[in-house]
């Protein structure tokens, strides 16, 4: 069974960071493009941050982010750990959400359960 679980969610000041995970099983985190989004009460979910799939093609893959957390987040993957990751600095209140964690490969689309992120002004 594909399994994706976030953590490392929690309370930070503005201007901390946190470093979220998204550990997974089932699948191997090089063949998916691994995305994380954030949704905040009321709100829609929005992309954050993504890094494509490992095909082979350049030394390394293509990461993309959102422009409100542009020089603050930085997207990782962890291939022998089968891990994702988003260390997160710079923390804002607006950075309040929850974040998810989403794989996808060509028709396969997997969520994890989610991880709560509040920073405090």
């Known amino acids: 069974e594909v399994q994706l679980v976030e953590s490392g969610g929690g309370l930070a000041q503005a201007g901390g960071s946190l470093r979220l995970s998204c550990s997974t099983s089932?699948?191997?985190?090089?063949?998916?493009?691994i995305s994380w989004f954030r949704q905040a009460p009321g709100k829609a979910r929005e992309g954050v941050s993504c890094i494509s799939s490992d095909d082979g093609s350049s030394s390394h893959s293509t990461t993309t982010y959102a422009d409100s957390v542009k020089g603050r987040f930085t997207i990782s993957r962890d291939g022998a750990k089968n891990a994702v990751y988003l260390q997160m600095n710079s923390l804002k209140p607006e950075d309040t959400a929850v974040f998810y964690c989403?794989?996808?490969?060509?028709?396969?689309?997997?969520w994890g359960q989610g991880t709560q992120v509040t920073v405090s002004s």
């Open positions: 089932g699948l191997a985190v090089e063949a998916f493009a």
């Open positions: 989403n794989a996808n490969s060509r028709g396969l689309n997997y």
